[in-house]
C-alpha cells in the first residue's frame, strides 16, 4: 500500500543548459531526471523512489528540439511525442517510428513523453524502442566526463535497468535518413484502443531492391523479455526474398521462437509468444508495403 | 524546507502561488488557487480528470510538478466561458445531454477544446481517440462524442 | 429512438431541458466533496493493512502522535464494541478493524494532522504487530473442508438443516416451483453449464471524500459525496454510537456511485478524528485505496441445466450459483436467485445460491447486483438452446418470456410489463439484419431488474415571485433532479425552468433512503408529485379566498387558478397572482410529500452487439450496439438514453477486460485505471438506445426505474456475438484478448460446448 511520500521535501531545478543538468544529477545521487514525469511521478507516489530533486529537462532547448542536415535527423530527448508526431519529415521517413510515438498515453501523456523517457525509463513493454532499434538510431548521452553516442539498442540494459553512468543523460537521438525503397512500421497488442501498456510490440524495418525482393531487414520485439529483442533468423528469413508467403511465415515462426516473456498480470507466455509472431509478420508486411509505394513513388 | 513561489497566467491573469516542491499542480491549483475545476481521479493520469492547457500544451496536470508552471500559460475549465458565453463546448454539452455526474466534465471540456483547437474538423474515430485519455463511467461516451461534433459545427459555422 | 404505448400527452414530462445543475458542472463551479475545505482543516489519512487476513496484536500509535503536525490518532479502540448479532456489524468492522484485518486494505487505524504530508507521514509511523494468517481468496479455498475461518461465529444462514459448525458459508437462499425431475423428463432437450467470473469495480470517476467538523456541543456536520446522506448520518452514528440527531449530512454533487456510495467508508474516521482533534477534518482517497478498499462486485460461480421441447418451450431449469461478497455477509447470491430466472416462464425450477467469505474487500452494491452474471449465463445458455432447435433468438426469448400475470420466482404475479415490447423493438429494427462483415459477429440478449421503492420525501415551496423550489431527500447520480423539476413542472403548470430543483441535507428535507435500486425517478418523483398535488390543493384555496368565491368551483389547469362557477366571469390567477398575495390568505405555500413507495415496476432490457475477432490476437472490438429498455414513461428521454448508453459501457467493460487481479498473498495487483481497463472513447461506438414506454401503472406519470438494467444483458450479448464470431463459447470472464485467443486456438473454432 503506497503512501505518498513527503513531496514537501523535494526540491525541482530547471537547469537551460546541458552541464548544468549534469552537475545537478552528478552531485546528487537522489536526484532524479524529470522530464515527463508521466511514469516517474505515479511511482513517487506509490513510494519509490524518493528523490531529493526533481531536474526539469525540458528547458533546455537543445533536449527540445527536432531538426536535420539533410542526412541525419537530430531529436532531442525530451521532445514531446505530439511534436514528432507532428513532424512531416519524420512521419514521411519513419512511419512505423512515428506511429510508435503517437501510441504512447493519451493526447495528454502525448505532451510529455518523449523518446528519451521512453528509452531510459526502460520498461521491457515502452512502444518506441523496438521502432528507435530497427532504424539504428543512435543516443547522444551526456555527463560528467563529456559526451559519447551509443547505439539506442545499448541503452536499456534490464527492466529498470540502464547503461547510463551517474550524472548521465540522453541529449538527443540521431537517425540517419533511410535509403531509397525503405520503410518502417510498428505494432502492438493492447487489450483495449488506447491507454494500455503493450502485451506484445513488434517494429520491423525493410528494404526492397528494384525487384521487390528484401535487400535489409530489421526486427525487433517489445514486451517479450527483459529488453528488446531482436530476431536475426526472422532478418535472414526475408533478405532476397519477397515478403509473403512461406517466407511471412518464417518470420512469424523466428519471432515467436525469439521471444523470452514472462506470465504477470498484463500477459501470458503462450499468449506472447504467439502473438510476437502474429505482430511481427504483420509489421513486416506493412513496412514491405510501404517500401513497396516509395519505389512506385521514385 | 521554505515554499516556492511560483509566478503565471492563469485563464488569462497574471497569478502567484506558493506550492511545494513536490506539490502537484493539480494540487496547487485546487488548493493554492483555489481553483477546483479540475479533478483528482486517478493521480496517475490514466483518468484525464486534471486536465488543463499549459504553454499550449494539454496535460494532465497531476502529472506536472507546480514550480515547473512558473512564467508559463495556464487554462482551466473555468477559463472557458467568456464572460456570461459559454464556450460552444459547454452549451453543446448541456443541450446534449452529455454529462452525467459531471466529474469528469471539466477534463473533457478542456481536452475537447484542444482537440478542436488542433483539430477543427475532426471524424468520430479522431474524436473517440483524441478524447481517449478521459475517462467517462456514465455516459457510456455516445453523448460526449456527439456534443463535441455539435460544437465543432458551430463553431466552424461561426 | 422511442416506442410509446398509447399515453396521455404531457407538456413538460417526455421533454429535454437542459439540466439545472449542468451550468456549474460545465464551468467547474459545482463543489465535489474533494473540492470543498473548511477553515482550519486538518486532513486524515487511513492507515490500511498490507495483509489480506492477519491477526491484529498490537497498535503503537505513539510515534505518530508525536510527529509534527499531527492532531488526532484513531484506531478501532477509538469506537463502541460492536456485537457479531448486530444489523450492520459487518459494516462497522469494514470500516475499522478491531481484531482481525480480512483483507488487504482494511483499516485498522486513521491519523489527522495539518498538512497531507504530515498525515501520510504519520500514518506511516503508526506500527501495527499482525499475526499473519492464511488467505482465503477463492471460493473453493472457501469451501474446501478444514479452509480458514474469516469470521469465527458465522454460522450458515438459510441452512435446512441448520448449520452445527460455523464455515465461510455466510448464507444459502432456495426458491424452487413445480417438479423439477418431472419437467426434465418432459424435456427433449437439456443442457448445464458453468461459469466463472472474477469481481470488478463500480469505477466511479471520483474517489470517496468528506469533511467532518465537529463542534464542542458533541453535534458534527458532514460534507460528503454519497448515494444517500441520511444513510450516512444513521451508518455513522451506528459506528459512532450517537444518537441520529447529533448528526448532519449535508451532500455535495456526487461523482459517480452504480451503487459503490450506498455504504460508507471515511465519514465515521473522519468525525472520530475531528472530534478528538477539535477541528475540521477532510479526507480524501487515493484511487489505489477505492480499488483496494472499496466495493468491487462480486465474483462468481454459477452452474445451470436448462431443460426446452423440442417446439422452444422451456420446461425446467436447475441454478446453483455461488457468489463471493468479499470478507463479509452480502447479497448476492439472494440476488442472482431472484433474478436468474425470473424473465422466462420456467414452470419447474429449483435455485440454490450460496454466498462465500473470502480475504478480499467486502462487496458493495454494482448496477442491477448480482444480476448481469446470471444473465451471461442464462442468455448464453439460450441462445446456444435456440441455435440447436434452429428458432431466431429473439423468437426463442418471446415465445418463452414472462408478460403480465405470469408468476416471479418468488410467486408473485408480474404487472404490465415491457420485456417482448423489447424483444420486438430490437426485432424490427434495422440493425438486426445489417450485414456483417469478415470476422464480425452478432449477439442477442436480454435482461431484467426489479428495481425497488423504499422512503422517499420531498417539500415543494413556492417562492415570492411565483417560481418554485423543489427539494428532495435523493443525491442525483445521474440527472435525476431534471427528472423532479418535469414532474413539478407538469403538476403545477408552471414553466421547468422556473423550478429549481434541489437535494436538502439531513436536516432540510424528510428521510429518503438511499439512491439505489432505480428509486430516485420513481419513488421521489412519487414525492415530488404527492407534494405538488398537495400544493394545488392549498392554490386553489388560497385563489378561492382571493377571488371570494368557493373552493370547489376553483380548477387548477396549466397552471392557473380557473374559476368554473356560475357567478360570472372571473379572470384567472397564475401561480405568481397567488403568491404575491400570500401574506394576505393565509402565508407562505409549501408542501410535502413523504411516502413509502410500492409498485416500482420492472425493468426489462433487450441488447444487441456486433464485434469484430481478430483471429489471430483474440482481440475484440465492439461495431454497433443496439439497446432497447422499458423506461415505463421517460421524464427526460436525454438522460434515460444516457442511463442505458452508460450501462451498455459498463457491461461491456465487463464483458472483456475489467477483473480483480490479485497475487498469491491477495494482495490486488492492478489498482490503477492503467491496469484496471475500463472502456475508453476509442473502444466503444455510438450506442443505439431504443427508449420502451410501457407505463408503469403504480407511478402517476408511469415511471419504471432505469439506471440498473442496462448492465444486466451487454456481458452475454457479447459472449453471444463473439460465439457468432469465432464458434467459440467463452464461459469465464473476462473474454479478454488471452481468453478468446486461448479459445479460438483450443477449439479450432468449429466446437462451441
Redesign the interface.
Known sequence: ????????AMRYASPTTVAEAVDLLGSDPAARVYAGATDLI?QI??GRPEPTVMVDLKRIDRLCAIGSNGSTYTVGAAAPTADICGHDGLAADFPGLVEASGLIGSDQIQSRSSWGGNLANASPAADTPPSLIVNDARAVIAGPGGERTVAAADVATGPGQTSLGPGEIIVEFELDQPPARTADAYLR?I???????A?VGAAARITLDGDGNVAAAAIALGAVAPTVVRVPDAEAALIGNLPSGEVLGAVEAAAAAATNPIDD????V??RR??AG??ARRAVSIAAERAAQQGDQS | MSRVHVTCTINGDPAEFLC?GGQTLLDAL??EVG??????????G??G?CSIVMDGRLLCSCLVLAPEADGRNIS???G??TGDD?HPL?QC?????A????????GF?VAAKALLDRNPDPT??E???G????????????????AVQAAAETINES | MTVTESKPSYKYVGT?P??H???E????????A??L?MSGQLHG?VV???HAHARIVSIDTSDAEAMDGVKAVITGDDFPAVDPSHRQYDMCINVIARDKVLY??HAVAAVAAS???QA??A??AVKVEYEVLPAVLTIDQAMAPGAPLLHAHMMTAGANPPAEEPSNISNVTRFSGGELDAGFAEADLVIEREFTTQPVH??????HACVADTGQDGHTTIWCSSQGHFNVRSSTATLLGWENSRIRVIPA??????GGKTTIYLEPLAVALSAKAGRPVKM?M???EVF?ATGPAPGTKLRIKLGVKSDGDLVAGDAYLIYTNGAYAGPGGLLGAMTVFESYKIPNFEIEALDVVINTARSAAYRAPAAPLTAYAMETMLDEIAEELGIDPIDFRIQNAVTEGDPSTMGFPFARIGFVECLEAVRDHPNYKAPLGPNQGRGVAAGYWFNIGESSSATVNLNEDGTATVVTGSPD???SRASMALMAAEELGIDVYDIRPVVGDTEAVGFTDVTEGSRATFATGMAVVEACRRMVVELRGRAAKMMGVDVDDIDWMDGQAVYTGSDGEKAPLSVAEITAKAKRTGGPLTATGSLEAHGAGPGFAVHLCDLEVDP????V?VVRYTASQDAGTAI?P??V??QI??????GVGWA??EEY?YDSDGVM??P????Y????????P??D?IIVEVPNPAHPYGVRGVGETGIVPPIPAVANAIYDATGCRIRDLPM???RV??AI?SNGGSNGS
Open positions: 500500500m503506497g503512501y505518498d511520500l513527503m513531496l514537501s505515479p507516489r506509490a497488442l487489450p483495449r484502443t488506447e491507454m494500455d501498456i502485451v498480470k498484463r500477459g501470458t503462450a499468449y504467439q502473438v502474429v505482430l | 511545494d485546487r488548493d481553483l477546483t475545476g479540475a479533478k483528482e481521479g486517478c493521480g496517475t490514466d483518468c480528470a482551466t475549465v473555468e472557458m466561458a459559454l459547454q454539452f448541456l443541450e446534449g445531454a454529462l452525467q455526474c459531471g466529474v469528469c466534465t471539466p471540456l468520430e474515430t474524436i473517440r481517440y478524447l481517449a485519455g478521459n475517462l467517462c463511467r456514465c455516459t457510456g461516451y455516445d453523448k460526449i462524442v456527439r | 429535454r437542459v439540466r445543475d449542468g451550468l458542472k460545465v464551468t467547474g463551479r459545482a463543489r465535489f474533494a473540492d475545505n489519512i490500511r493493512s498490507p488487504e486494505g498538512t497531507r504530508d501520510q507521514a500514518a506511516a463500480q469505477g466511479y470517476i471520483e474517489p454533487e456526487i461523482g459517480g456511485g452504480f480524501v487515493t484511487r489505489d483496494r447520480i445521474g440527472g489471430e490476437t483474440g482481440v472490438r427526460h436525454s438522460y438514453e444516457g448508453q452508460g450501462g451498455v459501457a459498463q472483456l477486460n487481479i495487483e492492478n490503477s485505471f492503467l491496469d481497463r475500463v472502456p475508453v472513447a476509442s473502444d466503444l455510438m450506442i438506445a479478454s484478448p488471452i485467443l486461448d486456438t
